[in-house]
T-cell receptor, first 111, second 117 residues
Framework: QKEVEQDPGPLSVPEGAIVSLNCTYSNSAFQYFMWYRQYSRKGPELLMY????GNKEDGRFTAQVDKSSKYISLFIRDSQPSDSATYLC???????????FGKGTLLTVNP | SAVISQKPSRDICQRGTSLTIQCQVDSQVTMMFWYRQQPGQSLTLIATANQGSEATYESGFVIDKFPISRPNLTFSTLTVSNMSPEDSSIYLCSVDLAWTEGGNEQFFGPGTRLTVL
């Protein structure tokens, strides 16, 4: 079993839709949970991070972590065409400083 | 934050040749990382490069294939040696900056898109 599993999609939604992106992970030692956004031909950039369980909101974006089920989610409200990108979940924690990434989900928001 | 540049941005190479990718950061950092991003695959860590010491390679990656230099705190190179079509990928360098909450954020360069014929 891979340490972080993510449905690669692709996911195509109309503008204004609510988008739900999800990952599961296997290592209980993970403490930090991140979402990176990667536009085409660019490097990934950190979108949001959460420490331990709970929700974190930033504008139209909400990151959610459920450590009991080892489930990570990113919700995008009122999605815009500019949100079209690949979204990668990543985890970090324990004695390991290294990030572990999911495969990324390609999202397209159609005007 | 950190601003990272990579050279070249893309290249097309012949089988059996080598390519050296450069990574420059706008601030001094202790750790630099090299990743590979193959189509449909996770970002995979190749190695961690600390200034003044040998790079630490992840399982499945060896120094003979991916030699790394780290001559100072703002620069690193990754060489892809004796290339085969399976090495076609995007190669990214990143740096690690600590948060006040005790975690770390990695900043990534724009990547080098390598195609091996």
């Amino acid at each position: 079993q891979k340490e972080v599993e993510q449905d690669p999609g692709p996911l195509s939604v109309p503008e204004g839709a609510i988008v739900s992106l999800n990952c599961t992970y296997s290592n209980s030692a993970f403490q930090y949970f991140m979402w990176y956004r990667q536009y085409s031909r660019k490097g990934p950039e950190l979108l949001m991070y959460t420490y331990s369980s709970g929700n974190k909101e930033d504008g139209r974006f909400t990151a959610q972590v459920d450590k009991s089920s080892k489930y990570i989610s990113l919700f995008i409200r009122d999605s815009q065409p500019s949100d079209s990108a690949t979204y990668l979940c990543a985890t970090l924690g324990g004695s390991n400083y290294k990030l572990t990434f999911g495969k990324g989900t390609l999202l397209t928001v159609n005007p | 934050s950190a601003v990272i540049s990579q050279k070249p941005s893309r290249d097309i190479c012949q089988r059996g040749t080598s390519l050296t990718i450069q990574c420059q950061v706008d601030s001094q950092v202790t750790m630099m990382f090299w990743y590979r991003q193959q189509p449909g695959q996770s970002l995979t860590l190749i190695a961690t490069a600390n200034q003044g010491s040998e790079a630490t390679y992840e399982s499945g990656f060896v120094i003979d294939k991916f030699p790394i230099s780290r001559p100072n705190l703002t620069f690193s190179t990754l060489t892809v040696s004796n290339m085969s079509p399976e090495d076609s990928s995007i190669y990214l360098c990143s740096v690690d900056l600590a948060w006040t909450e005790g975690g770390n954020e990695q900043f990534f360069g724009p990547g080098t898109r390598l195609t091996v014929l």
